[in-house]
T-cell receptor
Framework: AQKITQTQPGMFVQEKEAVTLDCTYD???????LFWYKQPSSGEMIFLIY??????QNATEGRYSLNFQKARKSANLVISASQLGDSAMYFC????????????FGQGTRLTINP | DAMVIQNPRYQVTQFGKPVTLSCSQT?????MYWYQQKSSQAPKLLFH???????NEADTPDNFQSRRPNTSFCFLDIRSPGLGDAAMYLC???????????????FGPGTRLTVT
């Protein structure tokens, strides 16, 4: 079974600062994928970034990067130069080979960007 | 644009009155999912279809049913809604099952269900 832990229920950051959202995971699968999603107040879940367990380099997508530390089972999301529109819930999720039909989500972190 | 569409965006139903939520996709994905999400919680998977193969999560109440008449459409039926079923219902699709990015799930905007 897979498990995601997001230890920050809420974070407040000043606009234009970088922010790191923590995610640790637990899995016994040697092959797995990690996803981050953003959920604004409108409710839609928006895909941000993906990291595969065998990827050698940390994933990047525009202002989003993933700090993947495999030995520590950590997959933190880094948002550079935060914007007011980044205020949302952020979910980390994992899919393992044995349970590849299903994403397992963490409890989420509510990020608030202050002007 | 290819997308996942959910109708209606807001649904009010009465306690015990059957309700159907709909989802359609233009991505031609094999897999369609239904999630229930309550306030400030993670989405909870109710069931999914891989093509026509239906898979129910073990803890999904019998009150929840689903239909997928074709690749594009999937419906969530709540036979007798209770007050505890008030939530956001999210439909999602993915191309396939895997640990790679092909398991990226594309979500619709959700239907917020209120039970009075």
């Amino acid at each position: 079974a897979q498990k995601i832990t997001q230890t920050q229920p809420g974070m407040f950051v000043q606009e234009k600062e970088a922010v790191t959202l923590d995610c640790t995971y637990d899995t016994s699968d040697p092959s797995y994928g990690l996803f981050w999603y953003k959920q604004p107040s409108s409710g839609e879940m928006i895909f941000l970034i993906y990291q595969g367990s065998y990827d050698q380099q940390n994933a990047t997508e525009g202002r989003y990067s993933l700090n993947f530390q495999k030995a520590r089972k950590s997959a933190n999301l880094v948002i550079s130069a935060s914007q007011l529109g980044d205020s949302a819930m952020y979910f980390c999720a994992i899919v393992g080979r044995r349970g590849a039909q299903k994403l397992v989500f963490g409890q989420g972190t509510r990020l608030t960007i202050n002007p | 644009d290819a997308m996942v569409i959910q109708n209606p965006r807001y649904q009010v139903t009465q306690f015990g009155k059957p309700v159907t939520l709909s989802c359609s996709q233009t991505l031609n994905h094999n897999v369609m999912y239904w999630y229930q999400q309550k306030s400030s919680q993670a989405p909870k998977l109710l069931f999914h279809y891989y093509d026509k193969d239906f898979n129910n999560e073990a803890d999904t109440p019998d009150n929840f049913q689903s239909r997928r008449p074709n690749t594009s459409f999937c419906f969530l039926d709540i036979r007798s809604p209770g007050l505890g079923d008030a939530a956001m219902y999210l439909c999602a699709t993915s191309r396939d099952f895997s640990t790679t990015r092909s398991n990226e799930q594309y979500f619709g905007p959700g239907t917020r269900l209120t039970v009075t």
